[in-house]
């Protein structure tokens, strides 16, 4: 059969949505205007069933599978069993007893084929006990003429039946009862991710990534390999630069997955759904969903389906956020019935976990918000593009912002990355800004360190990125250094504008002046919502953000620290030796799962103390090895390869604690009602 057109699967989602729209409304049309005869409706529980179809409500002819296509003069003995998948609410993969999928040919005849595209997604609606099945894609209904499925006018009623083909699918591996998502006294009960990219897919033009956290075809679809990112395409070289990953590399993933998800295979989806409803069976009760978008590197990669506008790359992915909702209710038996629930309020947060299911909230990390951009010190915004913008956020469900990502940008001065990255970030800046980083020396707390390089580094990267023949990248002074740009005064409208709106501010990659001043505002107004969550704040600011009422969380990485980077241990009892005793009484970390960054590592002495399978997670569920395809996942061998493993992950920090262990679970499954206290209190201030 056809494969999908190669249309951006965004896209087709929403042109899907119209055709079902479309055929909803000629159904009604053509209905009888009878009170006693209510209008066709979504059919959007039937996921998983196994039936034969009966043709029409008054013959016993049924759907069988010839040598060809499909007959409809079949008996209830000769009928094929079909499998209805759900591809979203009220739309179906429909499979045949041989795992065939049932496509709607150029000819009208519906045949059997060997894979998912747009002509094997069906839309079926309900009246009474009759479903009428239609093409998602053109609207056809089929039924039965001379005996064939074809394209027609027609209605089936379905007969529960056995024998149908098994499909693909991940197992979460978590058992048992989990302990209840609120407490007694009526606080939430579980851990919080703080800092998440899971529409990530859909960003940086929609071909940075290989692979997805959900498709309409199943797993096979979503996390099946790209030959665009091994070394036959730029992806994988592309992958050798960001992470240093092999370009060689086998770029096969389901169902063999022998060279990825590991934790530096950034560029591949490391975020599975089935993977995030492991972590929420295991304690997750709140989830922050970032959109994120870079111009830079989206223009830079030239193989791309969408804009490279930042405000469109996050409208994209709050639309893929709801796309994702979607799908999940779709396989859990209807509209609203699905365990991940996005909220926009406290409120809502707090309805959520009372359901026991996972609260998705929303906030965007992007150096160029709103297109505020300062060029040569320019700002290429004003404040009504705050305000519009502003407005626009909180209409997609946007509750918490970073004002300052990687670059410098008309709200303030960006906190520099180190080493190697660091010389190619200062490159996207020069591209963003037209200046370079600037610097000025600095003791104690600085805004990070910077390599002495020379004009090599413009000279190697200037085909990719742009930049004038002849650029020369600048040579800093040894040791830490700070950005000589602060809050500007469009940064202090923003940031006032946050506040008046209970919106969560997140100091991360801040510059220290320009972070200094924000607190220096919170502080002034009693202000809570101010947030560290993925170890890019200075230490120093931590007791500030404390102090305030602000939530703090650290970088998920592996227990202790090793490979560079430092262990998630380290920094919570660092974090709370930097603060007030006491100060911090909950805390959380933050994944970047999908954010170009790496993923947990196995420990150095994973062997000599394992963590031990199964497990018991910290909301009370046993877990057991993770399995996806044919390959099977160990903490212990394969660090945090996948967001799978974060039910591992948690467990094993917690281990790893020794003495401190009881205390950590406490914080950790406290994160969630912490954040969710601070926002309400930003709102109500």
Not at 153 to 167: D, E, I, K, R, Y
Not at 332 to 350: D, Q, Y
Not at 365 to 382: A, H, I, K, T, Y
Request: charged share 20%; with cysteine.
């Amino acid at each position: 059969m056809p494969l999908a057109a190669r249309t951006h699967p965004l896209v087709r989602a929403r042109l899907r949505r119209a055709a079902v729209a479309v055929a909803a409304a000629v159904a009604l049309i053509a209905a009888p205007l009878s009170a006693a005869h209510a209008a066709p409706a979504p059919a959007t529980d039937l996921d998983g069933t196994c039936a034969v179809l009966r043709v029409g409500s008054g013959t016993a002819n049924y759907v069988t599978r010839g040598s060809v296509g499909y007959g409809t003069r079949g008996s209830s003995s000769t009928a094929v069993p079909i499998r209805f998948e759900a591809t979203d609410l009220g739309r179906y993969r429909l499979i045949d007893a041989k795992g065939s999928q049932l496509y709607l040919s150029v000819l009208g005849t519906v045949m059997p084929g060997s894979s998912y595209g747009d002509r094997a997604d069906w839309t079926v609606t309900r009246d009474g006990a009759a479903y009428r099945i239609a093409a998602t894609l053109n609207g056809k209904a089929i039924g039965g003429f001379l005996g064939s499925l074809v394209a027609t006018s027609g209605s089936f009623t379905l007969q529960p039946s056995a024998g149908c083909a098994a499909v693909a699918d991940v197992a979460t591996s978590v058992s048992g009862i989990p302990a209840p998502g609120v407490n007694p006294d009526g606080t939430l009960n579980g851990f919080i991710d703080a800092h998440a990219h899971i529409t990530a897919a859909v960003g940086f033009g929609g071909k940075l990534r290989c692979g997805a956290p959900f498709s309409p075809g199943g797993v096979e679809v979503a996390l099946r390999g790209c030959l665009s990112h091994s070394a036959l395409g730029l992806g994988g070289y592309a992958g050798a630069l960001v992470a240093g990953t092999d370009p060689f590399m086998d770029p096969q993933g389901w169902p063999t997955f022998d060279d990825w998800p590991t934790p530096t295979t950034l560029l591949h989806e490391q975020a599975y759904f089935r993977g995030i409803q492991r972590a929420w069976e295991a304690g997750e009760r709140v989830h922050n969903a970032l959109l994120v978008a870079n111009r830079v590197i989206c223009e830079v990669y030239p193989d791309r389906v969408t804009s490279c506008d930042e405000m469109d790359q996050l409208r994209l992915q709050a639309l893929y956020l709801r796309d994702l909702q979607d799908y999940v209710d779709a396989q859990s038996g209807g509209e609203g019935k699905g365990w991940f629930r996005i909220a926009t309020t406290p409120a809502e947060v707090r309805a959520i976990a009372a359901q026991g299911k996972l609260a998705v909230i929303v906030g965007v990390e992007n150096s160029e918000l709103f297109g505020c951009r300062e060029v040569l010190d320019v700002p290429q915004c004003d404040t009504a593009d705050i305000d519009a913008g502003l407005d626009l956020l909180q209409s997609w469900g946007v509750s918490g912002v970073y004002p300052v990502h990687k670059f410098d940008n008309a709200f303030g001065g960006t906190r520099f990355d180190s080493g190697t990255q660091g010389a190619a970030v200062n490159i996207g800046n020069k591209v963003s800004t037209g200046h370079f980083w600037e610097v000025e020396e600095c003791e104690g707390a600085t805004d990070n360190e910077q390599p002495l390089r020379s004009d090599e580094i413009a000279a190697l990267l200037k085909t990719v990125t742009g930049l004038p023949h002849g650029t020369v990248a600048p040579i800093y002074p040894q040791g830490g250094v700070c950005n000589i740009r602060g809050l500007t005064e469009l940064g202090g409208y923003l940031v006032g504008e946050l506040m008046e709106r209970g919106m969560v501010i997140n100091v991360d990659h801040m510059s220290l002046k320009t972070a200094d001043a924000v607190l220096d505002r919170a502080e002034a107004a009693g202000y809570p919502g101010v947030v560290t969550t993925h170890t890019w704040a200075d230490r120093t600011m931590i007791a500030r953000i404390a102090d305030v009422g602000g939530f703090v969380a650290s970088y998920a990485n592996a227990a202790h620290t090793q490979g560079g980077r430092p262990g998630f241990l380290d920094e919570w009892q660092a974090n709370r030796d930097a603060a007030a005793p006491g100060a911090i009484s909950a805390y959380g970390f933050g994944t970047d799962v999908n954010g170009l960054g790496d993923q947990a590592y196995a420990r150095d002495d994973a062997a000599q103390h394992p963590l031990v399978y199964p497990f018991t997670a910290l909301n009370g569920t046993t877990v057991d090895r993770f399995t996806m395809g044919q390959r099977t996942f160990d903490l212990n061998l394969d660090g945090m390869a996948t967001y799978g493993l974060l039910a591992d992950w948690t467990a094993d920090v917690v281990a790893q604690a020794g003495a401190d262990g009881p205390l950590l679970k406490q914080q950790l499954m406290s994160g969630a009602e912490d954040y969710t206290r601070m926002w309400e209190a930003s709102i109500a201030r």
